[in-house]
C-alpha cells in the first residue's frame, strides 16, 4: 500500500473507501480480516516502521473497531506512539487508548507514566492531550498515580488558561470516580482562587470543580463565597458588549452566571453585611432584567436569560430570608404560568411550590389561585398538570382548603390514572387537615372512594374509620352518608368496606327511620356481598355478628 507522508494518509483512506463500497456484510468481513492479517504481520515483522506508518495502522485498527470488529492487537504501538514529538502521532496514540485500553489493563503503568512525561512537558498540546485521555479514562488507577500532578499542573504561574481549564475539568472527574482517592487539602485556597482568574473560560471550569468540592468540604471552602457573589456581581453588572466572547444573545456569560448561583446554594446566607448586601443588589438586578423588552425574538435570548432568572429564584428561595426577594420571585413566576411556552409553565409551578412552603411567600403565592385552578383544567400536557396539582396542595391553608379540595375532586373525575394515587393521598391529607367541621371530611372519603376507589388506598379507608370512631359528633351522620351510598347500583368495594364497618359499629343511629331500620340495612349489605373479595366477605360477616347481637329482631 503506498504511503504518503504527511497527515493525509491516504493508505487510510483508501481503506475506508473500500469499505464503503463493499456490496454485503461477507465483503466488508473479508475486506477487514484481509486488512487485519496486513497490520499483524506489520507490527510483527517489521522493525522499522516509523511513527507515521504505526498512527496509520493504528488509525485503521481504530476505524475497524468502531465498525464493530474486536481488536486483541495494537495497544504496544499505540502506547509507543505516546512517546512521539509529533502532535498527530501522540493524538492517535491517546485516542487509541482512550477508547481500546480498559482501566484494568496490564498495560496502564506505562501509560500512566507517558501521560506523567506529558503533565511535565512545555509543549501545553501535549499537556492538554495528557489531559484529556485521563479525563475519557478516569480510572481508579489513574487517579491513585495521577492524583498529585493534576492540581500541580492547575495552581502553576506557567500554565495557560486553556491548560488550566482542561486541567480543572480532569480533576473534576477523577474526583468523581475516585473521591477517596483525591485529596485537595494543601491546594484548597488556590483552586478558590481560580474564581478571581482573568480567562472567563477557566473560571467556568473551575466552579464545576468547586461545587464538586464543597459538597463533600464546605467548611475548607466557605471563601469561594466572597469571591462568587463579586465574580456574579460583575457579569450581572456588565452589559454584554463587555464581555463579547461569552456572550450568549446578548445575555452576558449565562452559563457561568447559573453555576455561580448553584455554588451559592450550598451555603447559607452570607453573614458578612457588605456581601449580603451585593448579592441582593446581583438578585434584583436579575429579577429587573426579567422584566425589560427581550433584546432578540430568538428562542435562545430567552432560554439564557430565564435559566440566570430561575436559578436566581432558586437560591433566593434557598435563601429564605428576605421577604421582599420572595415576593418578587413570586410575582415573575406568577407571570409565567399562563406563557405559551410549555416548559415556562412548567418550571413556574415547580418553583412555586417551593415559595409555597416559605413564611414570607406563602400568601403572594395564594393570589395565583384561581390561575393554577384554571391550569389544572385547561392544560394539555400531564406534567404540567401534575405540577399544579403539587402547587394546590402546597398552598392550602385554612382559609383557602375547601375551594382547592373541592376542585381537586372535581379535577379527579378525569384525571390521568398515572397521578390518580398521588392526588387521592393529596386530596385525604387536606380534608383531615383543614377539616373544621368532621361531616365535611367524611363527605370527601367517601367522594374520593366513589369517584376514585381502585386508588384509594388501605390507609385513606383506615383513617376515616379511625377519625369516625373517635368522634360522637360525626358517627350518626357518617351511617347516614355511607347507608346512602351503598343504595348506588354499582359500588366500589372500598366503599363496601367502609360501609360495612361504619354501619356494624353505628348503624343503631339510623336504625330508628324505617327507610334504614336494621333489615333494610342488613339486605342492602347482603346484597353486594357475593361481588366481594375473601376479605370484605369476613367483614361483612362480622358485621352480620354485630347486627344479630344489636338488633335481636333479625
Same mark, same amino acid.
Not at 493504528?58 to 514529538?85: Q, T
Not at 466572547?245 to 453585611?273: G, I
Not at 388506598?457 to 379511625?466: A, D, F, K, L, P
Given at each position: ?50 511513527? @507515521? ?40 496514540? @491517546? ?10 489493563? =496490564? ?129 450581572? &453588572? ?10 450568549? @444573545? ?20 452570607? =453573614? #458578612? ?11 434584583? &438586578? ?55 411556552? &410549555?416548559?415556562?409553565? @412548567? ?95 367524611? #363527605? ?27 368522634? #360522637? ?79 335481636? =329482631?333479625?
Amino acid at each position: 500500500m503506498p504511503t504518503v507522508k504527511g497527515d493525509s494518509m491516504r493508505g487510510l483512506a483508501v481503506f475506508i473507501s473500500d469499505i464503503r463500497n463493499c456490496k454485503s456484510k461477507e465483503a466488508e468481513v473479508k475486506r477487514i480480516n484481509k486488512e487485519l492479517a496486513n497490520i499483524r504481520s506489520k507490527f510483527k515483522g517489521d522493525k522499522t516502521l516509523d511513527g @507515521y506508518q504505526k498512527k496509520k495502522y493504528v488509525c485503521k485498527l481504530l476505524f475497524i473497531f468502531l465498525l464493530g470488529h474486536d481488536i486483541d492487537f495494537g495497544h504496544m504501538e499505540a502506547v509507543n506512539l505516546l512517546s512521539s514529538n509529533k502532535y498527530t502521532e501522540k493524538q492517535i496514540g @491517546y485516542l487509541f487508548i482512550s477508547v481500546l485500553v480498559g482501566a484494568n489493563n =496490564e498495560l496502564m503503568k506505562l501509560v500512566i507514566q507517558a501521560i506523567k512525561n506529558d503533565l511535565h512537558a512545555r509543549n501545553p498540546v501535549h499537556v492538554c492531550l495528557a489531559l484529556q485521555c485521563v479525563a475519557n479514562i478516569g480510572s481508579r488507577e489513574m487517579a491513585e498515580g495521577l492524583g498529585n500532578e493534576i492540581p500541580k499542573v492547575l495552581v502553576s504561574g506557567d500554565t495557560i488558561d486553556a491548560v488550566k481549564q482542561s486541567a480543572a475539568l480532569t480533576l473534576l472527574k477523577l474526583i468523581r470516580t475516585s473521591p477517596d482517592v483525591i485529596h485537595m487539602g494543601e491546594w484548597a485556597s488556590r483552586v478558590v482562587h481560580l474564581l478571581n482568574d482573568q480567562h472567563m473560560g477557566v473560571v467556568t471550569a473551575a466552579v464545576s470543580l468547586i461545587e464538586c468540592l464543597v459538597k463533600k468540604h464546605p467548611d475548607e471552602y466557605k471563601g469561594c463565597v466572597q469571591l462568587a457573589v463579586s465574580r456574579l456581581s460583575r457579569i450581572v &453588572t456588565s452589559s454584554y458588549t463587555d464581555l463579547q466572547d461569552y456572550t450568549y @444573545y446578548f445575555v452576558p456569560a449565562p452559563w457561568l452566571s447559573v453555576k455561580l448561583l448553584r455554588l451559592l446554594q450550598n451555603y447559607p446566607p452570607p =453573614e #458578612d453585611p457588605s456581601i449580603r448586601t451585593r448579592l441582593t443588589d446581583c438578585l434584583e &438586578t436579575i429579577l429587573n432584567k426579567a422584566q425589560e423588552p427581550p433584546k432578540s425574538k430568538k428562542v435562545q435570548h430567552s432560554n439564557a436569560k430565564n435559566s440566570v432568572l430561575f436559578e436566581a429564584i432558586y437560591l433566593i428561595i434557598h435563601m429564605d430570608s428576605d421577604p421582599n426577594l420572595l415576593v418578587r420571585a413570586c410575582n415573575q413566576l406568577g407571570q409565567f404560568l399562563q406563557h405559551r411556552e &410549555t416548559n415556562l409553565r @412548567y418550571l413556574a409551578l415547580e418553583s412555586m411550590c417551593l415559595l409555597a412552603t416559605s413564611e414570607f411567600s406563602h400568601e403572594a403565592v395564594k393570589k395565583h389561585l384561581e390561575t393554577v385552578i384554571l391550569a389544572l383544567k385547561t392544560e394539555r400536557d400531564v406534567s404540567v398538570r401534575q405540577r399544579a396539582v403539587d402547587l394546590l396542595y402546597a398552598m392550602c391553608d385554612r382559609t383557602n382548603a375547601e375551594e382547592i379540595v373541592g376542585e381537586m375532586l372535581a379535577y379527579l373525575e378525569t384525571a390521568d390514572y398515572s397521578i390518580r394515587e398521588e392526588m387521592v393521598l393529596k386530596v385525604a391529607i387536606l380534608a383531615e387537615k383543614y377539616a373544621v367541621d368532621y361531616s365535611w371530611y367524611v #363527605d370527601i372519603i367517601l367522594n374520593l372512594i366513589r369517584i376514585a376507589g381502585d386508588f384509594v388506598s388501605e390507609e385513606v379507608w383506615y383513617r376515616v374509620i379511625q377519625i369516625v370512631i373517635n368522634r #360522637d359528633d360525626v358517627q350518626g351522620y357518617a351511617a347516614k352518608t355511607v347507608f346512602e351510598a351503598l343504595q348506588a347500583p354499582a359500588c366500589h368495594e372500598n366503599m363496601v368496606k367502609v360501609g360495612g364497618y361504619i354501619l356494624g359499629e353505628f348503624g343503631n343511629l339510623i336504625a330508628g327511620d324505617p327507610r334504614s331500620s336494621p333489615s333494610v340495612q342488613l339486605e342492602l349489605l347482603h346484597s353486594k356481598f357475593h361481588l366481594c373479595s375473601a376479605a370484605t366477605r369476613g367483614l361483612l360477616l362480622s358485621t352480620y355478628v354485630k347486627f344479630a347481637n344489636l338488633f335481636p =329482631e333479625i
